[in-house]
């Protein structure tokens, strides 16, 4: 997994520290500018769950079909929900229609996802998966324990920083680093070619909330 990061460069620095990570890091991220973001963030639970769906599919063995569907209840439940009650206590309508150059930002994260869960084996898929979840559990586990973050963002970098979702990420590189050591140089090449990707996928898609 940290070839993956080390081998990503300045992409992955650039995502790590992203203007809008930074902002609610400092509490200083306008509010309807995270109000777009949660938007935009909602629309992708959608793909997100469809990704599952195929590393379900495509998994070696029951003992993984239980854990995706773990994973996938967790998505359609649990966060649906979270988004559903922050929409209600912000007062916005999460259904909202994003801008042209928001909604060109967003889908290269929507199509790369898709695709790598349609054409890819499942490694491929869980490779795909970790560069977003990678990022997220870096940034709010340093934000979580560096800073006095405010609500309503603190729910949110808590929800990434602890719990499931760190568990669901120590699972990923677990899975990813005892594939890898089977694969050739060839092979890894591929890895990193998605995991870049991601990177490059997550930094458009979090640009997106400053032009809704």
Not at 58 to 86: M, R
Not at 120 to 131: N, P, Q, T
Not at 139 to 160: G, L, N, T
Request: overall charge negative; proline content about 1%.
């Amino acid at each position: 997994m940290r070839r993956l990061e080390t081998e990503a460069g300045s992409l992955w620095k650039k995502a790590i520290n992203h203007r809008l990570f930074n902002e609610i890091k400092n509490n200083s991220v306008d509010k309807q500018v995270y109000i777009n973001y949660l938007i935009i963030e909602y629309k992708f639970l959608n793909t997100a769950a469809t990704t599952l769906g195929y590393a379900l599919a495509k998994s070696p063995g029951f003992a993984y079909k239980k854990h995706f569907t773990e994973i996938l209840k967790g998505i359609t439940v649990e966060q649906d929900n979270y988004f559903i009650n922050i929409a209600d206590e912000m007062g916005f309508e999460l259904h909202t229609n994003i801008s042209n150059k928001a909604e060109k930002l967003t889908q290269s994260l929507h199509k790369h996802f898709i695709k790598t869960a349609q054409d890819e084996e499942f490694i491929e898929i869980l490779v795909c998966m970790i560069g977003a979840e990678w990022l997220y559990y870096n940034w709010c586990h340093k934000a979580y324990f560096s800073c006095d973050i405010r609500e309503p963002m603190q729910k949110w970098v808590h929800m990434h920083a602890e719990g499931d979702f760190v568990e669901g990420v120590e699972w990923l590189k677990s899975e990813i680093n005892r594939a890898a050591e089977k694969y050739n140089d060839a092979g890894k090449n591929k890895l990193q070619t998605i995991f870049n990707t991601t990177l490059q996928a997550e930094i458009d898609f979090h640009h997106a909330p400053y032009y809704t």
